[in-house]
């Protein structure tokens, strides 16, 4: 459970990053993802946890949003 805890937290720190460096909104975001915008919001507050599909998506979006942006994560 703990560790459930810990990628909650990283998965919503990625989304908040994606969106503070490209200004996506949480629409734009789940457009991209191919999910709702519920369920990012969801992600985002920690409210539930992304199927491992959803974080394969998440963390390819990040990491191609890092080579264009750069990273911040808090």
Not at 34 to 50: D, E
Request: hydrophobic share 35%; charged share 30%; no cysteine.
């Amino acid at each position: 459970k703990e560790k459930k805890m810990l990628t909650k937290k990283v998965i919503s720190k990625k989304l908040i990053n994606m969106m503070k460096l490209t200004g996506l909104n949480q629409s734009q975001l789940a457009a991209l993802l191919g999910t709702s915008r519920k369920n990012v919001s969801k992600w985002k507050h920690q409210t539930h946890f992304p199927s491992e599909e959803n974080i394969k998506s998440i963390n390819n979006l990040y990491d191609q949003i890092v080579k264009e942006y750069g990273e911040i994560m808090e």
